[in-house]
Protein backbone atom coordinates (compact mmCIF):
# COMPACT_ATOMS: atom_id res chain seq x y z
CA UNK A 1 0.00 0.00 0.00
CA UNK A 2 3.10 2.66 0.47
CA UNK A 3 4.56 1.78 -2.05
CA UNK A 4 4.60 2.66 -5.79
CA UNK A 5 3.82 -0.08 -8.19
CA UNK A 6 5.03 -0.28 -11.63
CA UNK A 7 1.34 -0.48 -13.25
CA UNK A 8 -2.22 -0.42 -11.48
CA UNK A 9 -3.94 -3.68 -10.52
CA UNK A 10 -7.22 -3.60 -12.44
CA UNK A 11 -10.75 -5.01 -10.91
CA UNK A 12 -13.56 -5.33 -13.25
CA UNK A 13 -17.30 -5.89 -12.10
CA UNK A 14 -20.36 -6.06 -13.10
CA UNK A 15 -23.03 -3.27 -12.61
CA UNK A 16 -24.93 -3.79 -9.66
CA UNK A 17 -22.48 -6.13 -8.03
CA UNK A 18 -20.26 -5.66 -4.89
CA UNK A 19 -17.04 -4.17 -5.65
CA UNK A 20 -14.16 -5.19 -3.03
CA UNK A 21 -10.65 -3.41 -3.49
CA UNK A 22 -7.79 -4.10 -1.65
CA UNK A 23 -4.21 -2.45 -0.13
CA UNK A 24 -1.57 -3.21 2.21
CA UNK A 25 0.22 -1.51 4.12
CA UNK A 26 3.99 -1.30 5.62
CA UNK A 27 4.48 1.01 8.43
CA UNK A 28 2.37 -0.43 11.80
CA UNK A 29 2.71 2.74 13.11
CA UNK A 30 0.35 4.11 10.64
CA UNK A 31 -2.90 5.03 13.01
CA UNK A 32 -4.94 6.85 10.14
CA UNK A 33 -5.87 5.67 6.85
CA UNK A 34 -8.10 7.70 3.72
CA UNK A 35 -9.59 5.68 0.46
CA UNK A 36 -9.39 8.25 -2.51
CA UNK A 37 -11.20 8.09 -5.75
CA UNK A 38 -9.70 9.65 -9.15
CA UNK A 39 -11.34 10.02 -12.30
CA UNK A 40 -9.93 10.58 -15.18
CA UNK A 41 -8.27 14.02 -15.71
CA UNK A 42 -9.46 15.40 -11.78
CA UNK A 43 -7.40 14.93 -8.46
CA UNK A 44 -7.83 12.26 -6.41
CA UNK A 45 -11.28 12.98 -4.20
CA UNK A 46 -11.77 11.75 -0.66
CA UNK A 47 -14.08 8.33 -0.23
CA UNK A 48 -13.69 7.65 3.29
CA UNK A 49 -11.32 7.42 6.28
CA UNK A 50 -10.67 5.35 9.28
CA UNK A 51 -8.40 5.52 12.27
CA UNK A 52 -6.46 2.44 13.63
CA UNK A 53 -8.65 1.89 17.12
CA UNK A 54 -11.22 1.05 14.32
CA UNK A 55 -11.88 -2.36 12.75
CA UNK A 56 -15.04 -0.95 10.54
CA UNK A 57 -16.43 1.94 9.28
CA UNK A 58 -19.70 2.50 7.21
CA UNK A 59 -20.33 5.10 4.55
CA UNK A 60 -22.83 5.53 1.87
CA UNK A 61 -22.34 2.90 -0.07
CA UNK A 62 -19.09 2.05 0.48
CA UNK A 63 -17.73 0.68 3.71
CA UNK A 64 -13.69 0.60 5.14
CA UNK A 65 -12.25 -2.53 6.76
CA UNK A 66 -9.36 -2.42 8.41
CA UNK A 67 -7.02 -5.84 9.51
CA UNK A 68 -4.24 -4.29 11.90
CA UNK A 69 -2.51 -7.91 11.80
CA UNK A 70 -2.03 -8.36 8.51
CA UNK A 71 -2.02 -4.80 8.11
CA UNK A 72 -4.49 -4.98 5.33
CA UNK A 73 -7.12 -2.74 4.31
CA UNK A 74 -10.10 -3.56 2.15
CA UNK A 75 -13.09 -0.72 0.47
CA UNK A 76 -16.54 -2.69 0.00
CA UNK A 77 -18.35 -0.68 -2.45
CA UNK A 78 -21.82 -2.14 -2.70
CA UNK A 79 -24.26 -1.98 -5.97
CA UNK A 80 -21.50 -0.56 -8.15
CA UNK A 81 -22.41 1.83 -10.60
CA UNK A 82 -20.83 2.92 -13.49
CA UNK A 83 -20.38 6.75 -11.84
CA UNK A 84 -18.29 4.37 -9.96
CA UNK A 85 -15.32 3.92 -12.58
CA UNK A 86 -12.15 5.62 -10.98
CA UNK A 87 -9.06 4.60 -9.52
CA UNK A 88 -9.36 3.89 -5.95
CA UNK A 89 -5.94 4.35 -3.97
CA UNK A 90 -5.29 3.87 -0.10
CA UNK A 91 -3.05 6.34 1.71
CA UNK A 92 -1.97 6.21 5.47
CA UNK A 93 0.78 7.83 8.18
CA UNK A 94 1.02 11.00 8.62
CA UNK A 95 2.35 12.37 5.57
CA UNK A 96 -0.13 11.03 3.48
CA UNK A 97 1.68 8.65 1.01
CA UNK A 98 -0.23 6.54 -1.33
CA UNK A 99 -0.68 3.25 -1.88
CA UNK A 100 -0.04 2.02 -6.32
CA UNK A 101 -3.86 2.05 -6.67
CA UNK A 102 -6.91 -0.22 -8.23
CA UNK A 103 -8.52 0.86 -11.36
CA UNK A 104 -12.27 -0.21 -11.30
CA UNK A 105 -14.23 -0.74 -14.43
CA UNK A 106 -17.69 -1.30 -13.91
CA UNK A 107 -19.72 -2.82 -16.68
CA UNK A 108 -22.76 -2.08 -18.08
CA UNK B 1 -16.39 26.88 -1.14
CA UNK B 2 -13.35 27.37 -3.73
CA UNK B 3 -11.46 24.05 -4.24
CA UNK B 4 -7.78 24.32 -4.82
CA UNK B 5 -6.60 26.36 -7.34
CA UNK B 6 -3.64 25.03 -9.61
CA UNK B 7 -2.16 26.55 -13.11
CA UNK B 8 -1.19 25.71 -15.57
CA UNK B 9 -3.55 22.43 -16.34
CA UNK B 10 -1.08 21.60 -19.04
CA UNK B 11 2.33 22.31 -20.18
CA UNK B 12 5.02 21.32 -22.57
CA UNK B 13 8.52 22.41 -22.64
CA UNK B 14 11.96 20.42 -23.76
CA UNK B 15 14.33 18.97 -22.15
CA UNK B 16 16.81 21.05 -19.76
CA UNK B 17 13.73 24.26 -19.63
CA UNK B 18 12.71 25.30 -16.62
CA UNK B 19 8.62 25.60 -15.55
CA UNK B 20 6.81 26.32 -12.68
CA UNK B 21 3.37 25.69 -11.37
CA UNK B 22 1.35 27.60 -8.81
CA UNK B 23 -1.20 26.20 -6.10
CA UNK B 24 -3.74 28.30 -4.01
CA UNK B 25 -5.11 26.01 -1.25
CA UNK B 26 -8.58 25.98 0.06
CA UNK B 27 -8.87 29.60 2.34
CA UNK B 28 -7.56 28.43 5.95
CA UNK B 29 -5.76 25.24 5.02
CA UNK B 30 -2.60 25.71 7.15
CA UNK B 31 -0.99 22.28 5.46
CA UNK B 32 0.03 21.96 1.73
CA UNK B 33 1.57 18.83 -0.30
CA UNK B 34 2.52 18.90 -3.56
CA UNK B 35 2.35 15.10 -5.19
CA UNK B 36 3.84 13.92 -8.50
CA UNK B 37 1.79 11.48 -10.24
CA UNK B 38 3.19 9.50 -13.18
CA UNK B 39 0.73 7.64 -15.57
CA UNK B 40 -0.43 4.53 -13.92
CA UNK B 41 1.25 5.13 -10.36
CA UNK B 42 -0.01 6.64 -7.46
CA UNK B 43 0.62 10.01 -5.95
CA UNK B 44 4.46 10.65 -4.63
CA UNK B 45 5.03 12.86 -1.94
CA UNK B 46 7.02 15.64 -2.97
CA UNK B 47 6.51 18.49 -0.24
CA UNK B 48 4.87 19.31 2.56
CA UNK B 49 4.91 22.69 3.84
CA UNK B 50 2.78 23.98 7.21
CA UNK B 51 2.15 27.11 6.95
CA UNK B 52 5.32 28.64 5.25
CA UNK B 53 7.49 25.79 6.72
CA UNK B 54 8.15 22.80 4.99
CA UNK B 55 7.65 19.65 7.11
CA UNK B 56 8.90 16.91 4.60
CA UNK B 57 11.21 17.05 1.44
CA UNK B 58 12.73 13.67 1.57
CA UNK B 59 11.76 12.76 -2.10
CA UNK B 60 12.19 16.18 -3.36
CA UNK B 61 15.12 15.78 -6.02
CA UNK B 62 16.49 18.55 -4.82
CA UNK B 63 19.29 19.09 -7.21
CA UNK B 64 16.45 20.19 -9.88
CA UNK B 65 13.29 20.68 -8.39
CA UNK B 66 12.42 23.10 -5.09
CA UNK B 67 9.04 24.92 -3.82
CA UNK B 68 8.06 27.69 -1.86
CA UNK B 69 5.48 28.93 -0.03
CA UNK B 70 6.69 32.27 1.73
CA UNK B 71 3.84 33.79 3.16
CA UNK B 72 2.08 30.91 4.34
CA UNK B 73 -1.11 30.51 1.19
CA UNK B 74 -0.37 30.00 -1.74
CA UNK B 75 2.60 28.03 -3.33
CA UNK B 76 5.39 27.95 -6.55
CA UNK B 77 6.83 24.08 -7.42
CA UNK B 78 10.04 24.57 -9.87
CA UNK B 79 11.74 22.11 -12.02
CA UNK B 80 15.20 23.27 -13.32
CA UNK B 81 16.50 21.79 -15.58
CA UNK B 82 13.16 19.50 -16.78
CA UNK B 83 14.19 15.76 -17.40
CA UNK B 84 12.37 13.55 -19.58
CA UNK B 85 11.55 11.59 -15.97
CA UNK B 86 10.03 14.23 -14.84
CA UNK B 87 6.37 14.18 -17.28
CA UNK B 88 3.84 13.85 -14.76
CA UNK B 89 0.61 15.31 -13.16
CA UNK B 90 1.75 17.59 -10.65
CA UNK B 91 -0.76 17.66 -7.35
CA UNK B 92 -1.06 20.23 -5.29
CA UNK B 93 -3.39 19.45 -1.77
CA UNK B 94 -4.40 21.22 1.18
CA UNK B 95 -5.82 20.02 4.63
CA UNK B 96 -6.84 21.82 8.04
CA UNK B 97 -6.11 19.57 11.04
CA UNK B 98 -9.63 19.91 11.94
CA UNK B 99 -10.91 17.11 9.31
CA UNK B 100 -8.62 14.62 10.57
CA UNK B 101 -5.87 14.75 7.59
CA UNK B 102 -8.50 14.30 4.63
CA UNK B 103 -6.73 16.26 1.58
CA UNK B 104 -8.07 18.32 -0.73
CA UNK B 105 -6.60 18.01 -4.18
CA UNK B 106 -6.50 20.31 -7.12
CA UNK B 107 -7.18 19.25 -10.82
CA UNK B 108 -3.50 18.83 -11.24
CA UNK B 109 -0.63 20.20 -13.99
CA UNK B 110 0.23 17.98 -16.50
CA UNK B 111 3.73 18.44 -17.74
CA UNK B 112 5.40 16.80 -20.86
CA UNK B 113 9.03 16.92 -21.32
CA UNK B 114 10.04 16.37 -24.50
Known amino acids: GESVGLHLPTLSVQEGDNSIINCAYS??????FIWYKQESGKGPQFIIDIRSNMDKRQGQRVTVLLNKTVKHLSLQIAATQPGDSAVYFC???????FGAGTRLTVKP | EAGVAQSPRYKIIEKRQSVAFWCNPISGHATLYWYQQILGQGPKLLIQ????????DSQLPKDRFSAERLKGVDSTLKIQPAKLEDSAVYLCASSSPGLAGELFFGEGSRLTVL
Open chain 2, 49 to 56: FQNNGVVD
Open chain 1, 27 to 32: NSASDY
Open chain 1, 91 to 97: AGGGDMR
